[in-house]
């Protein structure tokens, strides 16, 4: 069974190529002792003199930490930020909008809404725009792993 799983883990190296990412839940250390050095955390560090930065003309690697990944819009037009170079990082965007509702107000009693909703009809109305709500970021449910970047071969 050894020999089989290293003939595996052989199999999976000779497969990869430079430049392809992975995700995993181990810490660098463990990752490239099963793995190779040639594989590094997606921390934006510098890998200068390395095959990715001969085949990519970047000389760091993209960081990874913390943000979510996005496929590269290539052309289809539905990234808002336009077709993106490869490893550009976008910074935590919240598209604009507002939510406003009617106030209606007479002397010390609050209704909202018109009328047909149950709103009192005498006093003055207005607008109302409601109070910031939330935590400190838009984003979905998601499990922390570790980015790692094969940089050679």
């Avoid at 050894?2 to 990752?31: P, R, W």
């Avoid at 005498?122 to 449910?141: D, L």
Wanted: a negative charge; aromatic letters at 6%; one cysteine or more.
């Amino acid at each position: 069974l050894i020999a089989m799983g290293g003939a595996i883990n052989s199999c999976l190296l000779n497969k990869t190529q430079v430049g392809d990412v992975v995700d995993s839940e181990l810490d660098e250390t463990t990752f490239q002792s099963l793995r190779d050095t040639t594989w590094v955390l997606c921390d934006g560090r510098n890998v200068g003199g390395s095959t990715y930065q001969s085949l990519t003309g970047r000389s760091n690697v993209s960081d990874r930490r913390g943000v979510f990944s996005r496929g590269k819009d290539n052309g289809r037009g539905i990234d808002p930020n336009g077709d993106l170079t490869l490893g550009t990082y976008v910074a935590d965007q919240l598209a604009s909008h507002t939510h406003t509702f009617l106030l209606t107000q007479n002397n010390a009693n609050v209704s909202p809404g018109p009328p047909a909703l149950g709103g009192n009809t005498g006093g003055s109305t207005n607008n109302q725009t409601t109070n910031p709500t939330g935590g400190s970021e838009t984003a979905p449910k998601y499990v922390v792993t570790n980015y790692f970047i094969k940089i050679n071969t």
